[in-house]
């Protein structure tokens, strides 16, 4: 079974077109949380391009009034700024992911080894009994990145799922993806480390996805949960999704 953590980037990306308060934020967030998602997922983008500072503070109240139970996790880069906020917003989840400020999304997981000695520093600093933090890891990176990024301390690895996603026109190459992705699965498990995923997760890629990569615990996922929303909405989209998953 892996838990949704529903991501509302793009959300706060649609809201922003105007300056209005809707889409709401935390009104979406109630809707996937009444519907069963475990958690919400945010990437607050130092250009504040979807989700603003301002909503992360929002969600943790929701969250703190209304769903003590559900998870908050906040991805990003560990500028000064992004751990300042983490610590004082103290959600149950960190991922930490090495973007550029000027990318337009993620697209890389970390160099485990040559970032070794700064990611166990992050992780030290803001990692607390009831806070795990997870590592955006590149889908090949196999036995020796698992090992150095359990050597940083860190919990888990966020498995990117970016190429696989990628691959919705070509079987082939999915499979490939696939089997890269269920090789470091393999060796994150063996070394003891939670597995996480995420990045272009659809209801069609994640049946096989499912199937071939083991010990998946949470996948976070946005862009595509939030195109079948506007579809079908978004109380029978998570549904689907935890279907998929394996949630219900
Ligand atoms: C870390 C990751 O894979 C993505 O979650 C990322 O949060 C997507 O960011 P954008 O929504 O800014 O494309
Ligand atoms: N960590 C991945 C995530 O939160 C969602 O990414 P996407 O589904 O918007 O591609």
């Excluded at 009034?65 to 992004?82: K, L, R, T």
Aim: glycine share 8%.
């Amino acid at each position: 079974m892996t838990k949704l953590s529903v991501n509302l980037n793009a959300v706060a990306q649609l809201r922003n077109r105007r300056n209005l308060p809707w889409p709401s934020v935390t009104g979406i967030a109630r809707l996937v949380l009444d519907a069963g998602a475990s958690g919400v997922t945010v990437h607050p983008r130092p250009d504040e391009r979807h989700i603003r500072r301002t909503d992360v503070f929002d969600l943790k109240e929701l969250l703190v009034a209304e769903y003590p139970q559900a998870e908050f996790n906040i991805e990003g880069y560990p500028s000064e700024d992004f751990l300042k906020l983490v610590e004082t917003v103290d959600p149950e989840q960190v991922t930490l992911v090495p973007d550029d400020p000027a990318q337009a999304t993620s697209d890389h997981g970390w160099d485990f080894t040559g970032k070794g000695n700064f990611l166990t520093s992050i992780v030290q600093r803001i990692r607390t009994p009831h806070r795990r933090i997870s590592l955006f890891a590149d889908p090949d990176a196999g036995e020796a990145g698992v090992a150095a990024a359990k050597a940083t301390g860190a919990d888990r690895i966020e498995l990117y799922t970016g190429p696989y996603g990628g691959c919705f026109d070509s079987p082939e190459r999915a499979e490939q993806e696939l089997a890269t992705l269920a090789e470091t699965a393999h060796a994150a498990i063996a070394a003891g480390l939670g597995l996480n995923a995420g990045h272009d997760l659809t209801l069609v890629n994640l049946p096989a996805f499912q199937a071939k990569v083991p010990g998946v615990l949470e996948a976070s996922i946005g862009h595509g949960i939030t195109a079948d929303a506007l579809l079908i909405g978004f109380p029978e989209a998570v549904r689907r999704y935890r279907e998929a998953l394996g949630d219900i």
